[in-house]
């Protein structure tokens, strides 16, 4: 594979042209003035020292040598290879709730956004660690694929909306079992992994308890979040009151008895969100401690450079270009390089 790392000095070729055309007018310009006095041939006669085609093969070295420049500016490279780097480290699913009850405003400025920065801030701390992201409401969809391209990570934590699924509701245990589908297969050891879930508790849907109960046989930890309080919260969409059949106003309430059991199962810790810290800070420290496992990670090594030859190749054609001169060596003459014989 061959690629220019940086293409952009490449729009210095259009130098050569000009080059060439001040080149033209200089010689023309020579070649009238030299005319004033006589006819060229007799001239020639009279200087024949002079070499016209020394004057331009110098000018050829320096149009050489300038567009070597040029290309070793723009770093041409050839070819990569896959390398397979091995690394200590942790396999980290989040599990976020974005059903319409974590738009509850019981959190600066709701649940859902107080998530999303703490969720942003855990990603600037991870060094090996890999991560994903599953959002869930009635139904789960994978956001993110295990990863550790913490960037994009932060970026797509960004986006994270209720509008992200089709279906509200609160089904945390068809969440869950996503998150154990969504681990990769580079590794067996599935001490290394954990699933940090994060919710207000409020399962309308199925048995989460029962898919802790797998986890924990794959030896998954799950570490739990409760984000609001147990007095609850109003649900505001648009500017309008969340309401039910009754016509009364819907309120949102920790269920943080359910989150401590799936913690408990699988041997993770529940941690119960403050307006100070989301908990994910807690929850990190104990999955530092955790005994880390070995992922492999498949980079790109760098493409081999190749614009010392074209520094080398434009040394060499400025050192001919500043050593030849532009009148004959008389020393030489008998060679008769620059004139047809007679």
């Not at 954990?194 to 030896?219: F, P, S, W, Y």
């Not at 993770?268 to 999955?287: F, H, N, P």
């Amino acid at each position: 594979m061959f690629r220019f790392a940086n293409p952009q000095y490449l729009w210095l070729l259009v130098v050569l042209p000009v080059m060439v055309a001040l080149f033209w007018l200089v010689a023309r310009s020579r070649r009238r003035r030299i005319a004033r006095f006589g006819h060229p041939d007799v001239l020639q006669e009279l200087m024949p020292e002079v070499s016209t085609g020394r004057v331009t093969l110098r000018f050829l070295l320096l149009l050489g040598a300038v567009l070597c420049l040029i290309l070793a500016a723009a770093r041409p490279q050839f070819g990569s290879k896959l390398r397979e780097e091995k690394t200590q480290g942790i396999e980290m699913m989040l599990v976020v709730d974005v059903s319409n009850s974590m738009l509850a405003e019981d959190f600066e400025p709701n649940r859902l956004e107080r998530t999303k920065y703490a969720i942003g801030k855990l990603f600037d701390g991870l060094e090996q660690d890999r991560v994903g992201l599953v959002v869930f409401a009635g139904e789960p969809k994978v956001q993110l694929p295990i990863t550790s391209d913490y960037r994009m990570a932060k970026a797509f934590a960004r986006r994270i909306d209720p509008s992200l699924v089709s279906e509200q509701g609160t089904a945390i245990g068809k969440a869950l079992e996503q998150a154990l589908l969504s681990f990769s297969g580079d590794t067996e050891q599935n001490h290394g992994r954990v699933i940090i879930l994060i919710t207000d508790g409020e399962n309308h849907e199925d048995d989460a308890l029962a898919v802790a109960e797998r986890a924990a046989q794959q030896g998954v930890k799950i570490f739990t979040i409760g984000i609001g309080t147990p007095e609850g919260a109003p649900i505001q969409i648009d500017g309008e009151f969340i309401k039910d059949e009754k016509g009364e106003m819907v309120v949102s309430k920790l269920n943080e008895e359910m989150l401590a059991k799936i913690a408990d199962i699988t041997g993770g810790a529940y941690v119960r969100a403050t307006k100070q810290s989301i908990g994910l800070d807690e929850i990190v420290k104990a999955i530092n401690d955790m005994e880390q496992t070995e992922l492999s990670t498949i980079r790109f090594e760098e493409f081999n450079e190749q614009y010392q030859y074209l520094l080398i190749a434009a040394l060499v054609l400025l050192l001919a270009e500043f050593v030849m001169l532009d009148r004959r060596n008389p020393l030489l003459a008998h060679l008769n390089i620059f004139r047809e014989k007679k």
